[in-house]
């Protein structure tokens, strides 16, 4: 059984970090591209970033680009999401998601993942 288990989340202020992390377990992690997938209050799900099963290509939504890093670590089978200059419009519950197996390109639409997590509240607020 697929699960993935998203730990992190919580209340910042505009600028500040957090970082995710995404526990994964009941399949074989190192063959498949994995994401994050977020949801705004009163919007759908929206594709931030994913990562290629060797961790080597990283691929970034245009609103987050150079702000936010993706990072795997196959040996622990964790998904990680680094996330700097927060801002208010980064409020969302952000969900781990499982990709296809050993995809390439890297997938930039959120129903491409086939999986999520139960996902962690990133409140961003002054």
């Known amino acids: 059984e697929v699960q993935l288990v998203e730990s992190g989340g919580g209340l910042v202020q505009p600028g500040g970090s957090l970082r995710l992390s995404c526990a994964a377990s009941?399949?074989?992690?190192?063959?498949?591209?994995m994401g994050w997938v977020r949801q705004a209050p009163g919007k759908g799900l929206e594709w931030v970033s994913g990562?290629?099963?060797?961790?080597?290509?990283?691929v970034y939504a245009e609103t987050v680009r150079f702000r936010f890093a993706i990072s795997r670590d196959n040996a622990k089978n964790m998904l990680y999401l680094q996330m700097d200059k927060l801002r208010s419009d980064d409020t969302a519950v952000y969900y781990c998601?499982?990709?296809?197996?050993?995809?390439?390109?890297?997938?930039?639409?959120?129903?491409?993942?086939?999986?999520r997590g139960q996902g962690t509240q990133v409140t961003v607020s002054s």
């Open positions: 998601a499982k990709g296809p197996f050993l995809s390439a390109p890297v997938p930039t639409r959120a129903d491409e993942y086939d999986y």
């Open positions: 990562i290629e099963w060797h961790g080597d290509v990283t």
């Open positions: 009941g399949f074989p992690f190192d063959d498949y591209t």
